[in-house]
């Protein structure tokens, strides 16, 4: 049997990459080339600077990929690609990219889903089982998906206003963190006590058992925080990312547990930027021990596009190409 690889380009917000698969499960190649650095200083992403970015850099990521893979464009067997959902300017930098290399080349062009991406990364760890629940928590999306086939996907569950890292970026603004802020509050938040307590949303007995929402947390800790400074003092920004820590993860956990107990599954994937939380991993593992849990290594939670590759393989074995008139998909949902 020849050899199986798959290009796969990821330009959906603010990390350029390029990734090579080799035979379903090699990682042969993921070059990340993120832009934090000049986003920084804006407090979030800018979507034209991101686009420029990758416009810039994506050639030399393709090299790079094929380089570190140790193949050349021969060798591929297809070109695998984010439509979305992500940045309009940004996917289009990705799509254009990979049509171009799929047409010169004349190779198969597979659209991916962002979103399927994050999940697929967990095939990194281990090979997925069906029917399985994934908990996805990134900056755009806090969903709970029921995915009873490789390509069948079914959101059970989603947030009705901000995304869990989407929270955590702004509540970091307030407490003077660089963005994104993430992993420094998860740092900070271990090294203090949820002192606050924190409403945590969406979790009366009459509330939909499955929805998320993060914008009243988000408003309690700026209001807690504004009115300490108005009486002139300064709150611990330790005690504040324990407490804020531990409503997420409250919450996160305690829908997590309700969706597995309404969808017997064979295992649980956790994954998206903010899988890499050490606090929601330790509790993932004390707080579910009946079904694995398979979360990404640190390298994969982030936009990466050996990801991209991973979900790629499903969408190859059932033929689902794309021809060249493929165009992003901004608000692309399961
Ligand atoms: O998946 P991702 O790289 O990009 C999107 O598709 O959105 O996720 C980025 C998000 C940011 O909001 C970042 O603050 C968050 O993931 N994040 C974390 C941690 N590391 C990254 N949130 C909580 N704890 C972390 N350790
Ligand atoms: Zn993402």
Known sequence: MTDKYILAFETSCDETSVAVLKNDDELLS??????????????????????????EVITTCV??????????????????????PGLVGALLVGVAAAKAFAWAHNLPLIPVNHMAGHLWAARNVRELEFPLLALLVSG?????VYVKAPSDYKIVGETR?????????KVGRVMNLTYPAGKEIDA?????????????????????????????????????????????????????SASFQAAVLDVLLAKTKIAL??????????AGGVAANQGLRERLATEITDIPVVIPPLRLCGDNAGMIAYASVCEFNHGNFADLSLNARPSLSF
């Open 30 to 55: 993921n070059i990340i080339a993120s832009q934090i650095e000049s986003h920084k200083r804006f407090g979030g992403v800018v979507p034209e600077v991101a686009s420029r970015h990758h416009v």
């Open 161 to 169: 206003d901000d995304a869990v890292g989407e929270a955590y970026d």
């Open 140 to 144: 755009g999306h806090t969903e709970l």
């Open 261 to 270: 107990a309404e969808f017997p599954v064979k295992m649980l994937v956790v």
């Open 63 to 84: 090299t790079e990929a094929l380089r570190e893979a140790q193949i050349s464009a021969q060798d591929l067997t297809a070109v695998a690609v984010t439509e979305g």
């Open 188 to 240: 900070l938040a271990h090294q203090g006590n949820d002192v606050f307590n924190f409403p945590r949303a969406m979790m009366k007995h009459d509330d939909p058992a499955l929805e998320f929402s993060f914008s009243g947390l988000k408003s309690a800790f700026i209001n807690t925080v504004h009115n300490a400074d108005q009486k002139g003092d300064a709150l611990d920004n330790k005690d504040l």
